[in-house]
Nanobody
Framework: HVQLVESGGDSVEAGGSLTLSCVMT????????MAWFRQVPGKGREGVAA????????YYAESVEGRFTISSDFDKNTVTLQMNSLKPDDSGMYYC??????????????????????WGQGTQVTVS
């Protein structure tokens, strides 16, 4: 079955940078929608960035546009989130998610947690 494992979460000062990585195993199609979501206690999951690994779709939440970069190396089944100029509001549990095709429908679908079937356990990011 499909498994996602995140890494890279840490505590950093505002203005700093972090790189999150997610490795997917057990997925046997040639491309996937992969995304990063974040969640803080008491709130739902917020879509941060998403892409289709064939390269023709990339979406960002407005709050991270210009600061975060999502990329993938599908030969290694890996998606990376480079986060720069971090703010305290960027704090939260960051989850990697994957699905076969639904992110292709629209940006809204790509950043909607209902579009994803597969989820990692999360990695904590704290910005102070």
């Amino acid at each position: 079955h499909v498994q996602l494992v995140e890494s890279g979460g840490d505590s950093v000062e505002a203005g700093g940078s972090l790189t999150l990585s997610c490795v997917m195993t057990g997925y046997f199609y040639t491309a996937a929608c992969m995304a990063w979501f974040r969640q803080v206690p008491g709130k739902g999951r917020e879509g941060v960035a998403a892409l289709y690994t064939s390269g023709d779709r990339i979406y960002y939440a407005e709050s991270v546009e210009g600061r975060f970069t999502i990329s993938s190396d599908f030969d290694k089944n890996t998606v990376t989130l480079q986060m720069n100029s971090l703010k305290p509001d960027d704090s939260g549990m960051y989850y990697c998610a994957a699905d076969r095709l639904r992110c292709l429908q629209s940006r809204q679908a790509g950043l909607d947690d209902a579009s994803y079937n597969y989820w990692g356990q999360g990695t904590q990011v704290t910005v102070s």
